[in-house]
């Protein structure tokens, strides 16, 4: 082994090869990470784009159906079954516009356009008035603790609201619902919680719900699937999390953060 000392000199140059060694692999693994990233973007867009266009579409022909599945009805005149029939076709009908409907709205939803510094007291009160109906004919009660001025898109905000209070009357027990919505703060984010008192989510179906068409129940609770996977990606796109706490029996209670 070579044990004559090396020259300041010497060490430098290595010291200097091994630096420039480190940035050249550095360099490649940025690079990598940013052509993995333009890749995941585009395979992104263009499924927004592929579910954009299938809804819109399928529109038409939806249209057509609808109009003649009634004026077939019209045409059945006293004939029980064939009525009972077209009903069934009409209700097919409309249960396949709602999920177009909100398969366009999920595939049109990127990262939040503009944000506006706005109370989240506004925002709920929006949400609340496009569910009005809803709210008044299932007797809910809607309270709300103190909640924040902060920058967010309120449009978006606005569908977080109305479907997780959709769903809290939705998916309601026995007793008629009870919704409280909270604000709290921690480290740099608040967190903002909707709790209910309806039929409550086993945890092993905790993660599952947030994913698009992922429902617990079938057609006896009308739905699309896609409202908590439509809150997760206005959540997400904010900087946030959403998540549920639920034992399954004592109702839910959904969360997100929103950074401060
Ligand atoms: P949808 O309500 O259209 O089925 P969502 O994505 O909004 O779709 O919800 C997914 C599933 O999560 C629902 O089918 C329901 O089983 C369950 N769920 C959502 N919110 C609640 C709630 N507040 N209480 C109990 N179950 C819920």
Redesign the pocket.
Known sequence: MDSTPKSLDQELKEALSENERLRKSLDECVAARMRAEQAARSASEELQQFAYAAGHDLKQPLRSISLYAELLRRECGDNQQSAEFTSFLLEGVAQMQNLIEALLSYSQTGPPARRTAISLTSVLQWGLLNVERLVRESGAQVTHGDLPVIAVDETQMVRVFQ?LIT??V??RGSEAPKIDVRAAEEDDNYVISVR?N????EPKYHQQ?FAPF????GRE?A???????LCRKIIEGHGGRIWVESDGENG?V?KFTLPM
Request: proline share 0%.
């Open positions: 479907n769903n809290a939705q998916y209910d309806g039929i409550g989510i719900i992922k429902r617990l129940h609770v739905g699309t699937g896609l409202g908590l996977a839910s959904f």
